[in-house]
């Protein structure tokens, strides 16, 4: 089945109105929905159940944060390959009213217990992915639910225990499995394999669940319906928090997970890393998200002619591949969580400095590919050798009263660990650390695992706005490491070549990390891609995740236009 079949599919099976991008508008209550754009509030992810949820939310009054609680109680249930209770989050928050963007930070921390060489084995080497993705090591604690319990506390409009109530139906009820669930159910994936997602998504004769079958989940119900009674500290002071510690702790290679682990973890909030570029201002999650690397590249870009091209010119693509090189170059050596290293953000940021990086941006012939530079402010780090997989979801949410929630959610990767407890997946996220904390010359990697620390993350919701501080667009995406490639192309596709969100999204992607090239080959016209090989770019099918994005944009008219990702199965919603 191709991909637009499988997507065209699933909008016919979990959309009962408002299905398809172009359809009719339909009728809810007092309020007009459309889908692909709307006047006064939109809702974008990655499921239509989801959508449908946070849309539920909106109409009532509900605000864009109070949305969003509803939108991943949601997601965690249908679609738990990527996001949920047991995972992590960054959010960006735009505030209307204060035209001022706050950061959220959802992210996993490391164990008390952990250790930097806890993912090497007996002989010193680093253990196989698969071997530690599906190990009690490789779960921390999770902070999606923290996040959003934090930021429903400062913006929500409704209770939060009003939120849940289409998860906990779903779950009772059932949903009706996706072409996308249904083939990470039977994909290549280690956790597939895994005891509880075989025990989870097997039928009683023994087969597995396929696309249009109906799957319940009383287990989750009840862990939302807890939730919803308790709020959020039902996770981490509750037999919720001791079932994971337990399953952890299971198997060879446990884990070290505790429960004094769980009492100590606090989301954080703070501003967002906000930077000019060009005539917009665009913010992101602060360190360790991968914002500043979003920031850098735009920064290179701006150093050249890319705005005066267009998505049909080869130095464009140039120019674009030529500056990711030299961000994830830098990013691989520097970044990590800014509580245990020095972080050279603001040297990473520097004019002078992303002005001499620029410098060797070719456009004619790509340049070999670049080491790390040595930005102002930079110590001694070792290099990087961390994994990074997808498994990931993001969301956008505008509220009839113009605050916006960019929210990057992810179990790490497909179902996180492969363990699951009380319904939903746990996280794999410490496997996000360099497996190899030194180098033989015993400089530490940045990313090197610490106990409290929270790994290196290329999530990256940002927000873009306009000098006067009103809303422009926003954009994430799922992706693993190309996470900040993806996004770079929708916003330059977007906001430099005046696309619309939609049509940047749907542009082709092109990752370039370190000395590939990789990309969607068959996407980009022959002619083309012909240009780009001719330039040095040697395209080969992509390595890595395909992207998930979802976007909104303010057009000159005042609507708002979704923008989702032709690669998977999400919506646009709003009234």
């Known amino acids: 089945m191709t991909m637009l079949a499988r997507r065209v599919l699933t909008i016919a099976l979990l959309l009962s109105a408002a299905s398809c991008r172009n359809a009719p508008p339909s009728t809810a209550g007092s309020l007009t929905v459309t889908s692909g754009s709307a006047r006064h509030a939109i809702v974008v992810a990655a499921n239509p159940l989801a959508v449908q949820a946070g849309l539920k939310v909106l109409q009532a009054g ?3 944060a109070d949305a969003a609680v509803a939108v991943q109680s949601v997601l965690g249930l249908v679609e738990p390959q990527s996001s949920g209770i047991g995972g992590g989050a960054f959010i960006t928050y735009y505030d209307a009213a204060t035209r001022k963007v706050t950061a959220y930070n959802g992210r996993e921390i490391a164990p008390a217990g952990a250790s930097p060489d806890m993912f090497l084995d007996a002989a010193g080497q680093p253990l196989s992915f698969p071997t530690a993705v599906l190990s009690g090591r490789s779960t921390g604690v999770p902070g999606a639910i923290a996040a959003l319990a934090l930021l429903q506390q400062d913006h929500g409009r409704m209770a939060w225990r009003e939120l849940f109530a289409d998860a ?3 779950a009772t009820d059932g949903f009706i499995v996706s072409p996308r669930l249904a083939g990470m159910i039977t994909s290549r994936a280690p956790q597939t394999g895994a005891a509880d997602v075989v025990r989870y998504f097997s039928k009683a004769d023994g087969s ?3 696309a ?33 510690v337990q399953r952890v702790h299971e198997g060879e290679l446990a884990g070290s997970l505790s429960l004094q682990d769980f009492g100590r973890y606090r989301a954080l909030k703070s501003d967002a890393l906000c930077r000019p570029w060009q005539r917009y201002v665009v913010c992101t999650p602060p360190l360790p998200s991968g914002g500043v690397a979003v920031l850098q590249a735009l920064l290179l870009l701006a150093d050249t002619d890319i705005a005066s091209r267009s998505a049909s010119d080869p130095i464009a693509w140039v120019e674009l591949g030529e500056a990711e090189r030299l961000m994830y170059a830098d990013r691989d050596r520097y970044i990590g969580d800014p509580n245990f290293v020095t972080v050279p953000l603001d040297g990473l940021l520097d004019a002078g400095y992303v002005r001499s990086r620029a410098s060797l941006i070719g456009t004619q012939i790509a340049a070999n590919a670049p080491g790390p530079g040595n930005p102002p402010g930079a110590g001694a780090v070792g290099p990087d050798h961390t994994v990074e997989p997808g498994g990931t979801s993001q969301v956008v949410i505008v509220d009839s009263h113009g605050n916006v929630v960019s929210m990057t959610t992810t179990v790490e990767s497909i179902f996180g660990s492969g363990r699951m407890v009380d319904g939903f997946f746990l996280n794999n996220q410490l496997t996000d650390f360099s497996f190899s904390p030194r180098d033989p010359s015993g400089a530490s990697a940045a990313n090197a695992v610490a106990p409290g620390k929270r790994p290196r993350s290329a999530m990256s919701p940002t927000i873009v706005l306009d000098q006067d501080g009103r809303f422009v667009a926003s954009a994430g995406s799922a992706g693993g490491p190309a996470i900040i490639s993806y996004i770079l192309k929708t916003l330059i596709g977007t906001l430099d070549w005046h696309m619309s969100i939609q049509s940047a999204i749907a542009l082709p992607n092109l990752v370039a990390h370190g000395p590939q090239f990789t990309a969607e ?6 002619e083309l891609l012909q240009q780009l090989n001719e330039r040095g770019l040697n395209l080969h099918p992509g390595q890595f995740e395909e992207s998930g994005l979802q976007g909104v944009a303010r057009r000159a008219d005042g609507e708002f236009e979704g923008g989702t990702d032709p690669r998977r199965e999400g919506v646009a919603l709003g009234f």
């Open 208 to 210: 597995r669940y396929v």
């Open 521 to 526: 080959t068959s996407k980009f016209a022959p």
């Open 212 to 244: 249009g079958d109906t799957l319940k989940n009383a287990a989750y119900a009840a862990t939302v319906h807890e939730l919803a009674q308790q709020g959020a500290q039902a996770l981490y002071h509750g037999h919720l928090a001791a079932d994971i």
């Open 168 to 170: 906990e139906r779903l």
């Open 62 to 64: 509900g605000s864009a």
